[in-house]
């Protein structure tokens, strides 16, 4: 792997990661589109942490908040919050449990995600419309409620498949249970340190396993690349959220998935 593709790599991690777009289907496509080998497991550890790191960073007081709340002798929303967004983890921890491995390794190819690009986009326009209809909507990650943790929890397993998007199924999830779109966002970053967490831990094990493949300085200026991307990412969704909808990334997913069955089939 060269310097210059593990920029273009960390930077599609750091800014797809969080937009609803797939970060999983893009890191796919770029190598297809321009013939580079597929990137090794440890390169995609790495942008993983650097993207959890970005996560940490931005959230800092969100997570100081849930985690002085969890330790407090009195039940706050804050506290109760941690307990839902473990919740809300279980479901994707067991689907993959029982459909890791070879089988998902199949699904990496430009069909799967073109296909799951378009549906997961068609489904968060029409969630995106169904939030209107919410005469009060969840303007707090902490007034999240159980139900709604659930839903979001069972939407996050399709993110599985290549193409879906974690942040585009989750956020998806929050807008039907009746979130407003600037909370379905947050809660869906807060959701992703596990379920990131947990994808960089199982992916190192696959890392372990074929050995090390990446030079040190790609990995270091993917992990850079990840990272400050990463951070901008999540403050200029969250910005945008507060004006605008999730059209703009529906619409996005469905023209893109069009062209790649066109230019793979």
Known sequence: MTIFQALILGLVQGITEFLPVSSSGHLILFPEFFGWELQGYDFDVLIHVATLCAIFWVLREDL??????????????????????????????????????????????????????????VVLWIADEVSKRYKRSTTAPARTTWQQAIIIGLFQMAALIPGS???????????????????????????????????????????????????????????????FSGMISIRL??????????????????????VVLLIFL
């Open 165 to 227: 998007s974690r942040s585009g199924v989750t956020m998806s999830g929050g807008l039907f249970a009746g979130m407003n779109r600037e909370t379905a966002a947050r809660f869906s970053f807060l959701l992703a340190i596990p379920a990131v967490g947990g994808a960089a831990i199982f992916v190192l094990f696959d890392a372990i396993e074929v050995g090390f493949q990446t030079d040190f300085f790609p990995l270091l200026v993917g992990f850079a690349a990840a990272f």
């Open 64 to 121: 100081l908040g849930i985690s002085k709340g969890f330790f407090s002798k009195r039940s706050t929303g804050e506290g109760v919050l941690g307990m839902k967004i473990f919740i809300a983890t279980v479901p994707v921890v067991v689907a993959g449990l029982f459909i890791a491995g070879a089988f998902l390794d199949d699904l990496r190819n430009p069909t799967t995600v073109a296909v799951m690009l378009i549906v997961w986009g």
């Open 237 to 258: 969704l969250l910005a945008f959220l507060q004006k605008a909808t999730f059209r703009s990334f529906a619409l996005y997913r469905i023209v893109l998935g069009i």
